[in-house]
Nanobody, 125 residues
């Protein structure tokens, strides 16, 4: 069982940056992925970025490429999402997720992830 706790959200002006953190407790395995999803009111949950733990491979949604970076501190078992050039379209609840890799085609699909955090709100004005 993996527990995930997000932090770092807040209110920020357009064009500014934020860094989200996701602290994981419990066992995360070599074949696990950890990811960031977001959900805006009235919209479906969207996969933003994923990190395949063993190889260290990262995946980014087209909507955030060039602006967001996903990384992980192995020693701290913590996942990060560095978000730059934020715009109102990035306003959402951001969730951290973890689960075993099943297919690279599904790394940004919620169905692949078994464990979820409670979320942290990001609001861009």
């Amino acid at each position: 069982h993996v527990q995930l706790v997000e932090s770092g959200g807040g209110l920020v002006q357009s064009g500014r940056s934020l860094r989200l953190s996701c602290a994981a407790s419990g066992k995360t395995y070599y074949n696990y992925c950890m990811a960031w999803f977001r959900q805006a009111p009235g919209k479906e949950r969207e996969g933003v970025a994923a990190f395949y733990l063993g190889p260290g491979t990262t995946y980014l949604a087209d909507s955030v490429k060039g602006r967001f970076t996903i990384s992980r501190d192995n020693a701290k078992n913590t996942l990060y999402l560095e978000m730059n050039s934020l715009g109102p379209e990035d306003t959402a609840m951001y969730y951290c997720a973890a689960g075993p890799m099943t297919s690279r085609a599904d790394v940004l699909s919620a169905q692949m992830y078994h464990f979820w955090g409670q979320g942290t709100q990001v609001t861009v004005s």
